[in-house]
């Protein structure tokens, strides 16, 4: 097994992983840092909890110079959560290079992230919509930008900001260096990729990799009005250290937290309605551990990077495959368990059997008898 160092990565960036943590290159890892430390534009096809971000964080830090105050790389994200959560890694990557990396994003004032810009900064990470909004005011200019990367490109072209996207690559200059990382592949992202990157070269983790190896799969039979009893009775039987609870919509989600509040589970909601400050702060707290179980959208779950996540439940089953697979990306991560709980209509097995197929699971049917509650795990 390969090391960091054999990846071609420098001593400081070797010293600030071994400081971090991190032992040894996950897959795609492994694939993706020889090809883009080698100057190639990079295709990488890994869902969130796969180790992408110091993918592509490592090598691009590699090419920043901390004496050039100009903004040399600019990473592109679909959400403020996700944002963050990669500000966050690249700072602690780049610590003993002293760059300086800034995060843009809406629902935050734009006074003081222009302030930090003008301060000086090598790396910004920033939300799509903010970007566009620094760069329509000329206050953020990609000119000097040698390394973009899109990070969960599926997601913004779900988002509705692809075109945005293309404004933006188009104003950066043509001799960049482009990664483009994305869970699934749409023919959207299949065309932006040839039209904005140049020969780039594919690494690839597979669903099945990711999911067979680290996470249980289960499917509870439940009639529509007898969901939210058996979804109180999968919570009371499993005891998870932290669940991620997912609901088609707003209301629902809503409505499914109150019920469960009334059963006496302690519950956050989490969707887009919620206040910037009201969801921050359930972020925060679940991310902390002092949250145990989130109900959700899964717009607002988006970009979530939470370890201690030892069950995703799908209280209304997702509408493709590969959705299915973005949300249990947030259990069994870089190798932890995890268990992924599908309360199902008789109706929509065919859903689950098309999940099956994707994925190159086997979904078993859910018992309270063979349910394994995280202290019994740990006994």
Known sequence: MPT????????????????????????????????????????????????????????????????????????????????????????????????????????APIRSQVAQLKAGAQVVVGTVGRVMDLMSRHQLVVSSVRFVVLDEADEMLDLGFLEDVETILSRAPGGRQTALFSATMPQEIRQLAEARMLDPVTVKVRAATLTIDTVEHFFVDAADREKPEALARVIEAEKPTQAIVFVRTKIGVDRLARVLDGRGLRVKALHGDMSQGSRDGVMIAFKDGRERLLVATDVAARGLDISGVTHVINYDPPNSPQIYVHRIGRTGRVGRSGRAITVITPKQHRDLEAIERHASIKIAEWSAEEARPERRREA
């Open 4 to 107: 960091f160092a054999d990846l071609g990565l420098s001593t400081p960036l070797v010293e600030a992983v071994a400081h971090l943590g991190y032992s040894s290159p996950t897959p795609i890892q492994e694939q993706a840092i020889p090809e883009l430390l080698a100057g190639r534009d990079v295709i990488g096809q890994a869902q969130t909890g796969t180790g992408k971000t110091a993918a592509f964080g490592l090598p691009l830090l590699e090419y920043v110079d901390p004496r050039d105050p100009d903004v040399q790389a600019l990473v592109l994200t679909p959400t403020r959560e996700l944002c963050i959560q990669v500000t966050q890694a690249i700072r602690a990557y780049g610590e003993r290079r002293g760059v300086g990396v800034v995060a843009v994003f809406g629902g």
